[in-house]
């Protein structure tokens, strides 16, 4: 059994299947003898009202003997108990279930933006993601837990030796290299930035991969220098690298070393 909520100083158990102790609720309205669950569960109303909720389940199920004995019943029945014993009693059990949930909700949200944080700060490190996108994945995390966006509006981009504090334009390699004059393919210039330890390949789990492997490419701490990883448009969970502009000729110039 578990504590779920305290009325008046006294605290209502649970059974194993969450129905709620009517003998903690008599003792919480004041324990007297007219208010006993068993006068209750006489009446030819709770009775009806038994009955309709045994399709839900099992509304009512008595613990004889034990630490753990008493009267459990599921929610609605607790407000129909509340409610026979008094207007107010019922009125002070309705705003304990409400807020008990309110605090359950905020310690859900709580938790997924805690198993956010944790996951960024992941993808962050493993994918070198640049603060253009991890900024955006923040707000999107704040919009998700309800918060309100207290993150900056714009993020730096720029190589990370750079110390003008200005973002640096970026184009896709195929871009770059078209931009450039450069008769080679992105995939070759990938593989040979590769042996430069500038990019690596990482894979993901896919129904379309080959024997459900997808491939992508990704910029290393090194790579850091030439371009950035973004968030891939075509799926969140890869990176696409992108060539800052202003590295280009120093990027390109890399190729003539490889053999």
């Known amino acids: ?23 903690d609720l008599h003792r919480a309205a004041g324990g007297e003898r007219r208010h006993e669950p068993t006068l209750w569960r006489n009446l030819q109303q709770t009775g009806e009202l038994v009955q309709l909720l045994s399709d839900t389940g099992i509304p009512v199920s008595v613990i004889k003997g034990g630490a753990g004995q008493g009267t459990f019943v599921c929610k609605e029945l607790v407000y129909s108990y509340a409610m026979w014993i008094s207007p107010e009693f019922n009125l002070k059990v309705i705003r304990t279930f409400d807020a008990a949930v309110s605090q359950q909700a905020i310690s859900q949200a709580a938790d997924k933006m805690q198993a956010g944080v944790i996951l960024l700060d992941f ?53 770059l290299l078209k931009a450039n004059g450069i008769r080679l393919t992105a995939n070759q210039v990938y593989h040979q930035l590769a042996k430069l330890g500038i990019v690596e390949q990482k894979t993901r789990r896919s129904r379309s991969g080959v024997n459900g492997i997808k491939k992508f490419w990704s910029l290393t701490a090194k790579g850091c220098m030439y371009g950035k990883n973004i968030t891939s448009p075509a799926n969140p969970r890869e990176t696409q690298p992108h060539f800052f502009e202003s590295r280009a000729p120093e990027l390109f110039r890399l190729l003539d070393t490889v053999h």
């Not at 999107?140 to 504090?165: F, S, T």
């Open 1 to 23: 059994m578990n504590q779920l909520m305290v009325i008046d100083g006294v605290t209502v158990r649970r059974d194993p299947e969450g129905r709620y102790c009517l003998n």
């Open 123 to 175: 993808m962050q490190r493993s994918l070198n993601l640049s603060n253009s996108s991890v900024l955006g994945a923040c707000q999107k995390l704040q919009e998700a837990a309800g918060l309100p966006n207290l993150a900056p509006q714009y993020a730096i981009d720029a190589p990370v030796d750079a110390m003008d504090g200005s973002s640096r334009p970026t184009q896709s390699l195929s871009a």
